[in-house]
């Protein structure tokens, strides 16, 4: 009936409402986050799969606030990147993130590569680079042990200054990788256009890899498409053993999951991997 029709109407323009509402306390919670010291960097293992050994790190955000409590990336990097908070809170993890890895370098003597995910508004912020640099030059990092995780979003968002940027950090020894290969439109053009020497399959073709064969030929194909370009190729959420055997089978690189570990925070993970 129409009014049946209306209350639905109502219903879901609440539920809009509630969403808009929802969004507007997280942007505003979350521009005084840094300054109220509630963002931490957590890290989680990168794996060689032919030994087994530690190689790397991938730093990933964490917002703890008091308000909204303990919120997710996947909710609240949307926003920070709609609103451009995210170049201020991307400084922030990379300065926390090449830190931490220089400091265990000089404890542990343990050469591993610290990989930060840049978003698509970092690339419009023109002291992107130079922030880099002076942060690599602060820390004494050296440009091999950073790892520049980049989506398809980064290359689709146009900007002309994106295919400089990339090349300058190429030059300066920095790895750039492909982040959630297989997801988007155009992977394999980009892959041809830039300076790309890490491509990470996304998780959704590693679950089912021991179950669904179509799955297990996509992996063995970009598994074989990406070394037959030169570059390392890492699966992303590898959960179970079989997973791990069957990807060590492809020859597949590196991994990255919870078999090998979650991400923690810096003390836990110097306990846990480092300290030994
Ligand atoms: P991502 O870059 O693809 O990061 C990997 C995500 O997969 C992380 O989620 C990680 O916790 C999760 N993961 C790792 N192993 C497994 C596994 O075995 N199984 C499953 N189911 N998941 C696994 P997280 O930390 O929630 O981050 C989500 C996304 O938020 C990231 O996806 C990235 O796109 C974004 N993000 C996180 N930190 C940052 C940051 O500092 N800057 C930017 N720009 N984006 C970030
Ligand atoms: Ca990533
Ligand atoms: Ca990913
Ligand atoms: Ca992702």
Known sequence: ???????????????????????????????????R???????????????????????????????????????????????????????????????????????YNTPLRIAVNLSPRQFRDDGLLPYIKQVLDETGLSPEHVELEITEGVLMSGHTLIDQALESLNKMGIGISMDD?????????????????????????????????ADLELVGAAVAMGQGLGL?????????????????????DYGQGYLFGKPVDAEIFETTYLRH
């Open 1 to 35: 009936s129409k009014e049946q029709g209306r209350n639905t109407y109502n219903f879901y323009t609440a539920r809009m409402n509630e969403d808009v509402a929802h969004r507007l306390l997280i942007e505003e919670q979350l521009r005084g986050a840094l300054s």
């Open 232 to 252: 390392k190729v890492i699966a992303e959420g590898v959960e179970t053993e079989a997973q791990y055997q069957l990807l060590a089978t492809l020859g597949c």
């Open 181 to 213: 290969f297989g997801t988007g439109y155009s992977s394999l053009s980009y892959l041809r256009s830039y300076p790309f020497d890490t491509l990470k399959v996304d998780k959704s073709f590693i679950q089912d890899i021991t179950v669904d064969p």
């Open 37 to 107: 010291n509630e963002l931490s960097v957590h890290y989680q293992p990168l794996v060689a799969l032919d030994s087994r050994s530690l190689v790397g790190a991938e730093a990933l955000l964490r917002w703890n606030n008091p308000v909204l409590g303990s919120i997710s990336p996947e909710e609240f990097i949307p926003i920070a990147e709609k609103t451009g908070i995210i170049v201020s809170i991307g400084r922030f993890v990379l300065q926390k993130a090449l830190q931490q890895n220089a400091d265990w370098k000089r404890r």
